[in-house]
């Protein structure tokens, strides 16, 4: 898939700004759907997957609620489909948080996918 046909990255040129949100085991079928289907074939794919977004408080970009780890990121260049942010904020859910006020990852299962490289 070419990345630059994306509406993200469109968004992304636009405004300057992105957010990663780290999906989550109890979200999986939910963050396949996001990964498969086009935003500009689906416009609503967000609500169709079940969830809602807010505005992030620090950069013009969403902020997926049911997500429990979102990073706020300003872009600072975009080389060859790779975009380079800086993060300014992190959004984290309290119940992945200990006591400390840090991601416990005995509470947070995040989705991880990893390709090979090797042939």
Same mark, same amino acid.
């Not at 636009?14 to 990663?20: E, G, I, R, S, Y």
């Not at 489909?81 to 948080?97: C, H, P, T």
């Given at each position: 898939?070419?990345? @630059?046909?994306?509406? !993200? !990255?469109?968004? /992304?040129?636009?405004?300057?700004?992105? !957010?990663?949100?780290? @999906?989550?085991?109890?979200? &999986?079928?939910? +963050?396949?759907?996001? @990964?498969?289907?086009?935003?500009?074939?689906?416009?609503?794919?967000?609500?169709?997957?079940?969830?809602? &977004?807010?505005?992030?408080?620090?950069?013009?970009?969403?902020? /997926?609620?049911?997500?429990?780890?979102?990073?706020? +990121?300003?872009? /600072?260049?975009?080389?060859?489909?790779?975009?380079?942010?800086?993060? &300014?904020?992190? &959004?984290?859910?309290?119940? /992945?948080?200990?006591?400390?006020?840090?991601?416990?990852?005995?509470?947070?299962?995040?989705?991880?996918?990893?390709?090979?490289?090797? @042939?």
């Amino acid at each position: 898939m070419d990345l @630059g046909s994306q509406k !993200t !990255t469109d968004n /992304i040129a636009l405004n300057k700004a992105f !957010t990663v949100a780290m @999906g989550d085991a109890a979200h &999986v079928v939910q +963050c396949d759907y996001l @990964g498969l289907v086009s935003g500009r074939k689906e416009p609503d794919k967000l609500s169709r997957a079940g969830f809602t &977004v807010r505005r992030s408080e620090f950069v013009n970009a969403p902020v /997926i609620n049911e997500l429990p780890l979102t990073l706020e +990121c300003e872009l /600072i260049r975009a080389d060859g489909g790779k975009y380079f942010g800086r993060i &300014v904020n992190a &959004v984290a859910d309290e119940s /992945i948080l200990n006591s400390d006020g840090k991601i416990d990852l005995s509470k947070f299962n995040p989705i991880t996918y990893v390709t090979s490289t090797m @042939g």
